[in-house]
């Protein structure tokens, strides 16, 4: 009997344990949530939503820039806001800015402190910057005719950045598509979240300095990319002389360049994608697993739109600090 007691125990002892440790699984996982700011800033997206359309009225770009902001954060170590950081020496950081991915091309960070000072002036010592960083990239996908959706929150601001792993997580418009597959990998995210994420270049603009290149000389050939469509390559060569401005812009979307819609993947299609990493999600033939998707994104927009909103839920839960993690910022730029 007090042997059937003892393992009886001991059965309910370990059942315990695993339910304890489940509950502490799910609780990490499930603590970012649409309610987040309910009770202390509820109107926290509404006014994340009026700065950017205040922004959008001087500056048409500014959606994909906020987008992107979003996106080269989230790669580095997690959604976390390192990517505002400012140079301190102080606090011994060396800017995500500076990184060769993200200087002289990210934008969009005097919109971000804008945005913090209207939240800060409604609910002081409240909302994270890594939160605002979601909630503006949600803002400007639906104000560009995007899908909306219930942005996942509870971030808290890392106190430090990573210019190092900016460097060599950030995917490259120069990668071949395996290195941009493993990228996306080892963040968690598969090859329907790195199509649908890419479809995010359906607007903004792109330097030339990023696709000169394939204009010109495609590998050290001293011809241009053969994946170029002629008529969009004659058209981009006049945007984008051979000595001509690094800085000079091109749409990313040939069709619909301020629209969020699902013509990017019909560019792709007719070899009219702008950036080299961009083209190579179609392969020559249409027959790989990536191009099918690009076909099935490029039929459906809502499939795309569903797709979509899904791969940023999954991209904005990558490695997130909660709780007493992290801080929230007062000023984006720098440490409390």
């Known amino acids: 009997m007090a042997s059937s007691y003892s393992s009886s125990f001991n059965f309910s002892v370990i059942i315990c ?6 509950s502490l699984f799910f609780k990490s996982h499930a603590q970012l949530n649409s309610n987040f700011y309910d009770d202390k800033c509820p109107n926290v997206s509404n006014i994340v939503r009026c700065v950017i359309q205040q922004a959008l009225q001087s500056d048409a770009r500014i959606g994909a820039s906020l987008v992107r902001l979003h996106f080269h954060d989230c790669f580095v170590n997690g959604c976390d806001a390192s990517i505002l950081l400012d140079n301190n020496a102080t606090t011994n ?11 002289n091309s990210l934008r969009g960070f005097d919109v971000v402190d804008n945005i913090k000072v209207a939240v800060e002036n409604c609910c002081p010592g409240v909302v994270s910057c890594a939160d605002i960083l979601a909630l503006a990239a949600e803002s400007s996908i639906s104000l560009a005719g995007g899908p909306s959706w219930n942005v996942l929150l509870g971030r808290r601001d890392s106190r430090r950045a990573n210019q190092r792993g900016a460097n060599t997580s950030i995917p490259s418009p120069f990668e071949g598509i395996n290195n941009i597959t493993t990228k996306f990998s080892v963040v968690g995210l598969n090859i329907t979240n790195l199509v649908a994420l890419s479809g995010a270049h359906t607007f903004g603009r792109s330097q030339c300095r990023l696709f000169r290149e394939r204009l010109y000389n495609f590998n050290g050939t001293g011809n241009p990319d053969p994946t170029l469509n002629t008529t969009y390559l004659a058209k981009l060569m006049q945007i984008c002389p051979q000595n001509g401005s690094n800085t000079a812009l091109a749409n990313l979307d040939l069709t619909t360049p301020n629209l969020f819609d699902n013509n990017y993947f019909t560019n792709l299609q007719n070899k009219n994608g702008l950036l080299e990493s961009d083209q190579k999600l179609f392969s020559a033939n249409g027959a790989s697993e990536i191009s099918n998707i690009v076909k099935i994104f490029s039929r459906d927009q809502n499939v795309f739109f569903q797709s979509f909103v899904e791969s940023m839920i999954n991209m904005g839960n990558i490695s997130p600090l909660t709780g007493t993690n992290g801080e929230i910022r007062l000023d984006c730029k720098r440490v409390n």
């Not at 344990?17 to 489940?22: E, F, R, S, T």
Request: net charge neutral; charged share 25%.
């Open 17 to 22: 344990i695993l339910l304890l440790v489940l």
């Open 93 to 103: 950081i060396k800017s995500e800015k500076d990184a060769t991915p993200n200087v």
